[in-house]
Structure formats: C-alpha cells, structure tokens
C-alpha cells in the first residue's frame, strides 16, 4: 500500500494533516485528516472566575474571537440567568456582524478564492492574495484591504479591540454606543454592502462565467449529501446571533430545531485515536463512521450549511442571491465547492444587516446592562463564519468556572471534511499519479469549508508548506514531494 | 537602502490573531514591502518548506514569530528559524510570555485528555479512548506530534533578539518596530519593542489616590465612565502593565488584564500588581515588608489570583506551574 502525506496544508487558519492511502492499483484507498494538536481550554478555564471567560476563550482562535467572545457571554447570561436588554443583544449583534464582513472577506480574497481567481492550475506561488491583485487588479485590492479593515473597524468601535474584543459581560456589553461611532459604523457598513455586490460581481464573472468551474463545483468528487445545521430566526431565514438551531435532512427536509440549551440531546462527539480533534455527529442517527447520507449521523456547518438549513435570508439583496444560488445548483445544494458562495451571500447579508442596525434608534441607547441573578448552568449557541458554536459553563456559587463544554465551528465540519478531502482524492488520484495541481484540488476540497483547526479542536494553528511522501507497499519512500 | 531586507513570519502554538495583526497594518504592508523582500510567511503565501532549511545561516534578516512552543513540530521550527536568522523577534504575548493558552501549565497532559476526551458532556466515548502519536489503521500507520506537557515561551526555546508584547501586539507598536527596521534604529538587543511606561500613563481616567475597601467584579458594577476602575474597586492590570496600546480595553470602559506585559520596573506583572493591590487597599508599607496575614487579607479578596495576575504569563512567570506533577 503506498501513503502520501499531505503536510501541512497551506493557506487556511490551522494546520492540518493529510495523508492518503494508495492500494496496489494505485487507487486510494483512505484518506485521513490528522489534527496536530491541543490546548486544553476545557480544561484550564475551570477555576477561573466567570466574567473572564469571553476573553480567555477568544484565544482559542485569533480569527473569529468575536464569535466566541459572543457565544461564552451568552452561555454566562444563561448562566447567571439574566436577559441583556434589547440595545445590548442589538450591539452584539451589529459587532458579530462587522467580524463576517471582515472574516468572510478574508477567506474570499486570501485564503479560500485564489484558487478559484487565480485557478486551481495555477503556479503554488501564484495562488495567493499576490495572485489575486494580479489578476483582479490593484483599484480591487485597495478596496479588498479597505473593507477588511472596515469589519475590523466595526468591532474594535464596540469592542474595544478588533482581535480579542473585550465589551461583553454577563447581562449585557460594557458600553454605549455614541452617536458620532454609530454614524461612523453606518458609513462603514454602507460601503460593505457595495463592496459585497462588486464581489458577487467578481464571482459571477470570473467563476460562474466560466463553465469549467461550475462543471467542478457540480463534480462528483466535490459531492456529499449531508445533513446540515444553522441558526433561524423565528421565520426560518438564517440568523448569526441568536435563534433556534435547525437541522435539515439530506433531501433539505427539517429533521429537528432546538433551543441551543437542549444540545446535548442532539449532538455527540465522537473521540479516534489518531487526531487530537473530536467528531460530532448527531445522536439521534448515531456516529456511523466516514459515512454520509441520511443514514450517518454527520452533518455540515457553515456558510452552506447555514444557508441549506434555511428558509432564506433576512434582508433583500442577500435574499435575492439566494434565490440566484439555489435556482442554480438546487436545494439543498451538496456540492462543497459552493461554499465559497453561500459565504459571499452571507458577506451581503451581514453587510445590510449592520447598515439596518447602525440605522436602529435603539442602538445608541444607554440602557446596556442588567443585573446578573445567582450562578448556575448555561448554554450559548452562536453562528460563528465557519459554524455552528456551542459554549456551556457551570459555575459555583462564587461564580467561578467549575464545569466547560465547548463545540466548535469548525469541529462540527470535521466528519464532513475528511470525507471531503478522501472524495476527493478518490475522484482525482488514479493509477498512482499524484502531481502538484491535483494534491491543489485535493485542498480545495477542504479549503471549500474555510477551516481554521485552530477552532476545531482549540489546539495551536501553525502551519507548513505541503509536503507529500508516497510510501510503496513495503514502506519504502519512493517519491516526496514539496512545496 | 541599498539591498532589501528579508523578513519571515512563523507561527507556532498561536491563535492566529498575531497573524490578524499582521494584516491589521493594511495600507502599511505596502511600506514593509518597499523595503522588504518576505521570504517566508505560511499563512498567506504557499512556501517551499525546503527552501529554509536550504536557507544559509543567517539568510534572513529578521523573522517575526508568534504563538509559544507546545510541540516538537514548533521546537524544530524555533530553532531552524533561529539559525536561519540574523535578528528573531517574539512576537505577541504567547511567544513573549506564554500567554493565555499558558494557562494550560496549570494542568498537566493527562489532568487535560482526561477532561477534553473523557469528562466534557458532549463526548460519547465509553471506552475512554484518547489521542496516541502513534495508531495502526486498516490501511496503515498514522502518527500525530506529542502533546507536550508543558508551554514554554519562544524564550525559553531559543535565544530571542527582541520582543514585541501584547495579545496580540497593538497596531501602532508593529509599524513602529518596522520603521526602527527601516531606519536601522532598532534599540540594544533584548528589548521589549513597546514604550516603557504603565498602561496607566496612556489613560485618560481621573485618578484621585482613593483608598478603596472592596473588590468588584466587572459584572457587579457599571463603573464611572471617567474615574480610573482600580479606584473604584475593579482590579485592573495597568499599573503593572506595559503601554503602547493606547489603553484600548478602558476605552470601553473595561479593565486592563494585562496583555501588554510587565512594566520594565517590575520582574513581571503579578507581583507589580500586588504592590499595587497593597497600596490601594490600604497596607501602607514598603512593598517586601508585608506580612503573610496581610498578603493573606489582600489575596483573600481576590478570586482566583493565578488567573487573574498570571492570565498572560504563567510559563514566563516564577511561579512557573503550580504543580508539576509530571
Ligand atoms: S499573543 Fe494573543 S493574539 Fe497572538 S497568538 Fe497568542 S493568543 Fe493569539
Ligand atoms: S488602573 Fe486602570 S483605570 Fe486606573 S488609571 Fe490605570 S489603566 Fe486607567
Ligand atoms: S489595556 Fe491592557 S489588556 Fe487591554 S490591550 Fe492594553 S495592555 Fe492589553
């Protein structure tokens, strides 16, 4: 049997490890995503006090911090039973809001898009932000690097700091909003939502316009029927902040909705000995294995998942494009590559979603927190740009952190991924004919969910060139590969 | 300048924010790419791997490295870039001092698989199976990296030029330290690249010299917007903590926790703040001459003072572990 290790992957926010699995044929056999690492935050958040925990936590990850900042300090108003006024969830989610802008921009333009603008084909050293201004144009990169700012800008306003955000406290967020900011924030999301149609714009012509990448995106190897989770509101159209978690069934039928407390009912996670990351799956079907359909109890998160999850979207433009993706590709959509764009239809909607919230009289209003009752159990679920987070504390009297159970975006992709990736190379790797650009549409099959490891499994992101070793039969290294 | 420097990013054990730094200098990376070739940065750019270790000695002018060192993949790293390197500069908290995922030295491996793989109320994993470096599969061997017991800082790994503090390093002090690269005005080797004032010299706060009685949590209270927290009982770091941030966490009206470091005055934070906590809350006398029931009464009032005082630099800290069981 010959192995190629894919090590590490390059360009997404973890780092992660593949390695693929040849029989004679030259065939593959397995392929295996190998988590690298763990931090432990479970664990050494117990026995502190209560209040921190939405700063501690943001350090599981450096790119979404808004995301876990926001769902521990739900899990604390749960916790210490107390509703933030109506101003103060509004703030929180016009903040959450500002981290999509930035975060799915991010993806779009760093990580994620240069292999659909440069081209999966492209040179390694082309297939990067480099790359993108190359081929889109510096006036575009300008505007790419603004409005990335600009979402980071939203959250450093309200948060105090972009990365690692610290305004939210049990019971509400630690201060106002002036009107100067608000107005501030109002030009920034207005100008998002234009920038978010030019890059709709952009994905039309250069991927949909082009009919050897919608042949990809529709390909078998980048095809997996799931079930799929995200957060509604009350009309089942997809909400980042707060709502009710909605399952659909492989056909894209409702096959639950829960209150975020009632989570552990519904989801379980599943422990392999050879990666530090867990595999969540839902209990209800059970962990079957690598295995997808309706039968396995795997399900996707995320952009896709959110959106096939979903009755639609809450404001016009993003509705409209919704509409545009599933009269294209059919509902539930199953291909991985059209994350890319459910996140540019996400990007929208959190564009219009803060100008509608900067415009809310509410939002200036000083009325930000309420007083925390006695300490106890809670649960806080939020949307985070990769998925579905879930943080649940127990507390002591003193409110300090006796008990932690965190399910983390990415985390819940994790089943879904490695299928991903062992699809993929199954679809592409044949005869033993391994070469740079297919090992590139290998990681695109994974770089499609925008994983950051450093969530999955609160372990340290680093990351390394790709290295691929292809082992024969009896081990011996007969081709390393590098890049 | 006549050649262009050659930069490199790196990062270990980190959260990825120090990279969010990075790009958080927008129009700025423009100005580092007049005068800088980047030569290695993982995160943005598909890198050959090879090529640094193909590198000769001391190829690359000044290496930024964040996040700390927790496995033997990071080590390697640390001391490749090290050699590969004339200047290596610990970028952020975790590489600088540990950090918060430093916590982690709290508990040792086994106290932490035990409460992720086993405890943790959503696992289904009756047969306590845990994570091995090494497992057979139908197919073959597969192997991960150890899970080291123990954080340790860039530090304590390799031999560090310069640091660059805070969680992650605010904005202003990354352009400054490439200006001073620019300029070839960078100050002694060993210097923390941040100003060497206390947070509390960057906040506008009003302070009065109150004597304050009793300790509120952030939850418990919503402060005065323009009164300096500690002097209304909310333990806060800037005392003892390094500036250059611009006091941002006070600026929504939250204390500081610390992420910028030790004053330059101080061996490290915790025991500045203690000083500090000593005086406001009324033990007048020179710091080193309390008595135990006095630091006992001081630190009775506060919950969880590891945490607290150590939550950016525990492996960096003298305290080190509290238990090192292993
Ligand atoms: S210093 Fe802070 S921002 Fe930087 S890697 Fe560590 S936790 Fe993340
Ligand atoms: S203790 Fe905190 S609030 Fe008071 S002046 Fe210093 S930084 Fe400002
Ligand atoms: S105020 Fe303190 S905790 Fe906040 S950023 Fe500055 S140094 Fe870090």
Redesign the interface.
Known sequence: MKEIVIDPITRLEGHGNVSIFLNDKGEVENAYLKIPELRGFEKFCIGRRAELMPQLTTRICGVCPVAHHFASVKALDAAFNVEPPSAAKKLRELMNCGYYIYDHTLHFYYLGGPDFIVGPDAPAEKRNILGVIEKAGLDVAKEVIKHRAYGQKITAIIGGKATHPVCAIPGGISKALSEENRQEIETLAKSSVEFAKFTLKIFHDLVLGNSKYLDLIKSDAYTMNTYYMGTVDAKNKVNFYDGKVRVVDPSGKEFLKFEPKDYLKHVGEHVEEWTYSKFPYLKKIGWKGFAYGPDSGVYRVGPLGRLNASDGMATPLAQAEYEVMYKTLGKPVHGTLAFHWARLIELLYAAERAVELAKDPEITSTNIRNKPGTPGEGIGIVEAARGTLIHHYTLDKDAMVKDVNMIVATTNNYPAICMSIRDAAKGLIHGGKVDQGILNKVEMAFRAYDPCFGCATHFAVGQMPLTVEVFDSNKQRIQTLQR | MSQKLKIAFY???????????V??I??K?LDVVKIADIVFW?????????DVENMPDKYIDITFFN??I??S??EH?AKLLRKKSKTLVAFGSCAHEG???G??N??NRD??FE???V???????PKA????TT?T????T?K??E?YDTVKTLGQTVDVDYYLPG??PPVKLISNAIDAIAQGKLPPKGSVLAPLKAVCDECPRKRDNKKITKIY????K?PD?DRCLMEQGIICMGFATRSG?GA??L????PC?G?GGATPNQPEVGAGMITALASILGIDKEPGQYTDEDVEKLMNQI??PV??FY?YSLPASILKRKVMKK
Request: hydrophobic letters at 35%; a negative charge.
């Open positions: 990062w270990a054990a980190s959260c990825g924010g120090c990279e969010i730094a790009l958080d927008n129009e990376i993982p995160v943005a750019m598909d890198v050959k791997y090879k996040g700390s927790r496995n993949e990071q790293m950090c918060i995922p916590l982690a709290l508990n106290e932490i409460q992720v793989y405890k943790d109320k959503s696992n289904v994993n199976v845990m994570p091995k497992t599969v139908k197919e073959g597969l991960i990296p899970f969680c992650p949590r952030v939850h418990e919503a917007p941030c941002q966490c600026n929504v009206d939250m926790t992420c919950k969880d945490g607290t939550m």
